[in-house]
């Protein structure tokens, strides 16, 4: 039963630092040559603050997810 919880707790973590990481690309890559993309700074600015919220919202999610699952 052990290392069924344990390669579950890996799997989660895995896809959600994988759905991070992609985030913070796709937010990153929103700000790449700005001088070329001035007219498009507001939608940027709103990629940037969507991915970031989502990004913050899955960590917190995971981690009260992984103490529950750690607790039981």
């Known amino acids: 039963m052990a290392t069924s919880s344990a390669a579950g707790l ?3 973590t895995g ?3 994988i759905f991070v990481g992609w985030n913070f690309r796709t937010a ?4 790449a040559d ?3 993309h ?3 700074i507001p939608g ?6 969507r991915t970031g919220l ?10 009260l997810a992984l103490s529950a699952f750690v607790r039981g």
């Open 54 to 63: 989502m990004s913050i919202a899955l960590i917190v999610l995971t981690l």
């Open 10 to 12: 890996a799997l989660i």
């Open 34 to 36: 700005l001088k070329v």
């Open 28 to 31: 990153r890559g929103a700000n």
């Open 15 to 17: 896809v959600v630092g």
């Open 38 to 40: 001035k007219g498009r």
């Open 44 to 49: 940027f600015r709103r990629a940037r603050n």
